[in-house]
């Protein structure tokens, strides 16, 4: 099984920056997709940005030019840095781990998710 632990949440003013930390752990396929996905309250779940094990990103349009997704494959860890951050960006983020396997199958594993408060 994999399991994935979420660090870095907490209460920031906007303008302000937040890094957060996802580290995998257990049988991880080597190639993959690990992101960060969050919801608001009264909200669906939507992606914030991924980055594949090739290091090709993705990101919300939302979000572009303000955050950064890097990641440690040798680690099995994703780094989201939040940069000039606003009150709408208030949610809580989960980390996010997709296998893509060749006949087509999708496993997704999901953290337990980590509350970003944004304040005005």
């Known amino acids: 099984q994999v399991q994935l632990m979420e660090s870095g949440g907490g209460l920031v003013q906007a303008g302000g920056s937040l890094r957060l930390s996802c580290a995998a752990s257990?049988?991880?396929?080597?190639?993959?997709?690990m992101g960060w996905y969050r919801q608001a309250p009264g909200g669906q779940r939507e992606l914030v940005a991924d980055?594949?094990?090739?290091?090709?990103?993705n990101y919300a349009d939302s979000v572009k030019g303000r955050f950064a997704i890097s990641r440690d494959s040798a680690k099995n860890m994703v780094y989201p840095q939040m940069n000039s951050l606003k009150p709408e960006d208030t949610a809580v983020y989960y980390c996010?781990?997709?296998?893509?396997?060749?006949?087509?199958?999708?496993?997704?594993?999901w953290g337990q998710g980590t509350q970003v408060t944004v304040s005005s």
């Open positions: 996010n781990l997709r296998v893509t396997y060749y006949s087509g199958s999708v496993d997704d594993y």
């Open positions: 257990g049988r991880i396929f080597r190639d993959n997709r």
């Open positions: 980055i594949t094990s090739g290091r090709t990103t």
